[in-house]
């Protein structure tokens, strides 16, 4: 069974869609950012701080191709996994890419506060207009996806439902309600 990836923009909700669609498909979950913090036991920022950028892309890529040789799981990315030609490759030849898009002004209302988290923003003075510049330089690298749903204003069950429907995924334990009587 092949792999279901969320991409999408930091805040675009690919970590609590990913968990959701996991649990209502009784498939395991997997954040590869979580995975490279667990395999390096340190935290995204310290990683960053540690090596830079190109550091934390080289763990980030050794991560994408290991989980890539699993089958059925739910992998939520980092919003910069699509930053290498080499990962939507591997993301594409092992499984359904879904991008999670979400308007500008609902990703700056979702991504206030969780700076400190983001090193990309964290170091910014002006954290909007950082969010505002790295939109722009990603513009066009997440629409490659099999399905995009726009999750702007809409809970997370509400965004599972449609991928769920569209992709005409099977519910765990039947309970896909278009398969009920
Ligand atoms: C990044 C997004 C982060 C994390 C790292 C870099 C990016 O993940 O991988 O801070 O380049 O957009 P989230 O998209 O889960 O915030």
């Known amino acids: 069974m092949s792999n279901l990836y969320l991409i999408g923009f930091m805040g675009s909700g690919k970590s609590s869609v990913g968990r959701r669609l996991a649990e209502r498909l009784g498939r395991p979950f997997v954040d590869t950012d979580e995975e490279i913090a667990r395999r390096e036991g340190m935290d995204i920022p310290s990683l960053f701080a540690k090596g830079g950028e190109l550091y934390f892309r080289d763990l980030e890529q050794a991560v994408l191709l290991d989980l890539a040789g699993r089958s059925g799981w739910v992998i939520a990315t980092g919003g910069g996994i699509v930053l290498r030609v080499r990962n939507t490759e591997i993301m594409r030849n092992s499984g359904t890419t879904i991008f999670l898009f979400a308007r500008e002004e609902v990703l700056l209302r979702r991504l206030t506060g969780s700076e400190a ?29 099999d399905l995009v749903v726009d999750t702007s204003d809409r809970t997370v069950d509400q965004v599972v439902d449609e991928i769920i429907r569209r992709l005409e995924l099977p519910e765990a334990g039947g309970r896909n309600p278009e398969k009920t009587i």
Request: no cysteine.
């Open 117 to 145: 988290s983001r090193p990309l923003l964290g170091s910014a003075v002006d954290a909007a207009e950082r969010i505002r510049q790295l939109l722009k330089e990603r513009r066009g690298m997440y629409e490659w996806a």
